[in-house]
């Protein structure tokens, strides 16, 4: 049991120190997925607790409401079921389930560019490397996310979409451009960024076929992505 303890702790620390190294040892594991599929879980739960507790989910409501065509009545009406427990017991278990959602997403996309070179990989690969790039992701964004907001006297001056300054739209006024190009700002994130180089050099260590074609179907998935989230933005 301890063996197998460390070798799961050793593993997850390996994608940030060797990540080449783990990213081609995973067709020789069994089950490799599981542990940082549930580290992904933890670190999301854990960003969302931090957020729930200190920031409140009525200030969190009251930013996402933000720019709503809501009158004064809906409004508080909206932020006063907002401090509801079901509301909280919400936010926790839409965390648990977007992680593994937006996993399988991705594995997916990349598992079909993967089928196209002449070395496809395994699905549970795929997804083990996915989640393996992820927990990277998370964990570094929760840190840093998670020390700005308790070091933040002023918890309501805390802009919950941009907590960490790391894309172009924390310097952009929300007011001085429109809602799809603010969402494309946003979307210009240098941990976003980082995360796509991690995923793109996974793909191409299982596949064989180079980092560019790693990078091409991440940044196609990428572009779908920004393009969904911009047209939502000016729906809702």
């Known amino acids: 049991m301890v063996d197998y303890r460390n070798k799961v702790m050793k593993a997850l620390l390996e994608v940030f120190y060797q990540p080449g190294t783990l990213f081609e040892s995973l067709p020789d594991r ?48 909206a932020l006063s079921t ?37 070395r496809s990989p395994n699905f549970s690969s795929i997804f083990a490397m996915v989640a393996f790039s992820f927990f990277a992701y998370w964990l570094v964004s929760g840190l840093m996310s998670s020390a700005i907001i308790l070091a933040t006297p002023d918890r309501a001056s805390v802009d ?33 960024f980082a995360l796509m180089g991690l995923l793109g050099y996974g793909f191409s260590k299982l596949t064989r076929a180079g980092i560019f074609l790693g990078l091409a179907a991440i940044g196609s998935l990428w572009s779908f992505y920004v393009l969904m989230k911009m047209g939502a933005s000016l729906v809702f």
């Open 160 to 192: 919950i979409s941009n907590v960490v300054a790391t894309n172009v739209a924390a310097y952009i006024d929300r007011s001085s451009v429109s809602k799809g190009m603010y969402s494309l700002y946003g979307s210009l994130d240098v941990l976003s």
């Open 82 to 118: 907002s401090d509801k427990p079901s509301q909280v017991y919400v936010s926790y278990a839409a965390a648990v389930l977007f992680v593994p959602i937006t996993l399988l997403v991705v594995a997916g996309t990349l598992m079909a560019f993967g089928m196209m070179t002449s």
């Open 30 to 77: 069994r089950r490799a997925w599981v542990s940082p599929l549930l580290a992904c879980i933890l670190a999301v739960i854990a960003i969302t607790a931090v957020s729930v507790n200190v920031i409140g989910m009525r200030e969190i409501m009251r930013q996402r409401l933000a720019g709503a065509n809501l009158n004064p009545q809906q409004l508080q009406q």
